[in-house]
């Protein structure tokens, strides 16, 4: 079991960037897929990016690649979501969550969730 612990949130303006942290304390973080979704106001939560246990295992949402890259350190039992060229429509609760092994885009996939963190893109 692991618990995952979102920070790194905050406002910029169009075009900033923000590195989005997940903690997960727990045994065997390593072997966790970690996704990310976020959830604009008055908007459903959506897929945004994901790595599985395998590091080289990495996915986004069209919406964000090439702007977005998720990493792992194992070592820290965190996951990164370094965003850049941030725009308005970004603007979301982010949220983390774990599952075993490989990467999922649903979130009936994930097990364990993180509380969100904010971000608020300004134009």
Do not use: H
Not at 77 to 84: C, E, H
Not at 91 to 120: E, H, K, L, S
């Amino acid at each position: 079991q692991v618990q995952p612990v979102e920070s790194g949130g905050g406002s910029v303006q169009a075009g900033g960037s923000l590195r989005l942290s997940c903690a997960a304390s727990g045994r065997l973080f390593s072997t966790y897929a970690i996704g990310w979704f976020r959830q604009p106001p008055g908007k459903e939560r959506e897929f945004v990016a994901a790595i599985g246990w395998l590091e080289r295992n990495v996915d986004y949402a069209d919406s964000v690649k090439d702007r977005f890259t998720i990493s792992r350190d194992n070592r820290e039992d965190t996951v990164y979501l370094q965003m850049n060229n941030l725009q308005p429509e970004g603007t979301a609760v982010y949220y983390c969550a774990a599952r075993p092994r490989d990467i999922g885009y649903y979130q009936r996939q994930y097990n364990y969730w993180g509380q969100g963190t904010q971000v608020t893109v300004s134009s």
